[in-house]
C-alpha cells in the first residue's frame, strides 16, 4: 500500500518583500519546532514572491530549516526575449523544489489556457521542479457540468505531454470558494478528488496511487481536520491563512492541534 506524506502549503500570492519573508520563516519555523511538530509525518512549504525566494533560500538553507518552497509561476519558456517572465531554469539554481502552474488567477486574470498550463507543467518536469498543478470550478462550471467535469478536464490537459508517470502534486481549489470564506465541504471536496485520482490511475495505477491531492479554498485550522480526514485528500494549498503565523501552524498541526474526524 503506497503511504502519501501528507502536505501543507502557503500561497503567499503578492504579500511580503523579502525582509518580511525572511522574518516570516523565521517565526514560522520556531514556532514549529517549539510545538516538536514532526517535518516528516506532515511536509510544509511555502510559495513566496519571486523577489523574495533567494533571500528565503539563503535562511532556509544556512539555518538548515526543514521548509519546503517554490515559485508561484513560470515561464513555459527556458530562456530568451520574454521581459519579465521567470525560467524553470532560475527557480531550479535557486533549489525550489516545487512551483505552483494553473492557478486560478492565473488561469483568470491572465487568460491561461489548458494548452498554456501544460507547457508549463512540461517546463517544470525539464528543470526538476514537482508543479503543483492546481485545478477547479467556477461557480457556473459546477451549475452546468457539475462536481469534478471541469478540473478533471483541466488535470487531463495539464499532463499532455507530461509522460506516464511524473512526478507531480495536484490541488483542487474550486473558484467559488476562494477567499469566500465558504470552504467546500469536506464531502465535496473528497467527490472531486476521488475523481482526480481516478484520472491519475488511469493513466498509470502507480501514479494515482502516489500523487498527492491536495485542497485549497477558504482553508483553516478549523476545517482543515474534515479535509484531512478524507481518504483522497492528502493536504492542503492555503492563501490568506497562510500570512497568519498562529493560524498556520494550527492548519500543520492539525493532527495534534485540531485533531481529527
Request: aromatic share 6%.
Amino acid at each position: 500500500m503506497t503511504t502519501r506524506t501528507p502536505f501543507i502549503a502557503g500561497n503567499w500570492k503578492m504579500n511580503l518583500d523579502h525582509l518580511q519573508s525572511i522574518a516570516f520563516v523565521q517565526k514560522l519555523a520556531w514556532t514549529l519546532k517549539d510545538a516538536n511538530h514532526d517535518f516528516g509525518a506532515v511536509e510544509v512549504a511555502v510559495f513566496p514572491p519571486f523577489t523574495d525566494l533567494r533571500s528565503v533560500q539563503t535562511l532556509i538553507s544556512a539555518d538548515k530549516l526543514e521548509l519546503g518552497y517554490g515559485g508561484q509561476d513560470l515561464s513555459a519558456h527556458d530562456s530568451g526575449a520574454y521581459t519579465g517572465e521567470i525560467s524553470g531554469a532560475f527557480l531550479s539554481a535557486l533549489e525550489c523544489g516545487y512551483v505552483l502552474i494553473g492557478h486560478s488567477e492565473r488561469r483568470t486574470m491572465h487568460a491561461e489556457t489548458d494548452e498554456v498550463v501544460a507547457a508549463k507543467v512540461t517546463a517544470a518536469l525539464r528543470h526538476g521542479l514537482v508543479p503543483v498543478i492546481c485545478v477547479g470550478e467556477t461557480a457556473e462550471d459546477l451549475e452546468q457540468h457539475g462536481p469534478s467535469a471541469v478540473p478533471v478536464a483541466q488535470l487531463r490537459a495539464a499532463l499532455e505531454n507530461a509522460g506516464a508517470n511524473p512526478d507531480i502534486v495536484v490541488a483542487y481549489e474550486p473558484v467559488w470558494a476562494i477567499g469566500s470564506g465558504q470552504a467546500a465541504t469536506a464531502e465535496q471536496a473528497q467527490q472531486v478528488a476521488a475523481a482526480l485520482r481516478a484520472e491519475l490511475a488511469e493513466r498509470d495505477a502507480e501514479l494515482g496511487a502516489r500523487t498527492r491531492i491536495l485542497y485549497g479554498g477558504s482553508v483553516k485550522a478549523g476545517n482543515i481536520a474534515g479535509f484531512m480526514a478524507q481518504p483522497d485528500v492528502d493536504g492542503a494549498l492555503v492563501g490568506g491563512a497562510s500570512l497568519d503565523i498562529p493560524e498556520f501552524s494550527s492548519i500543520v498541526r492539525y493532527q495534534k492541534h485540531v485533531g481529527t474526524v
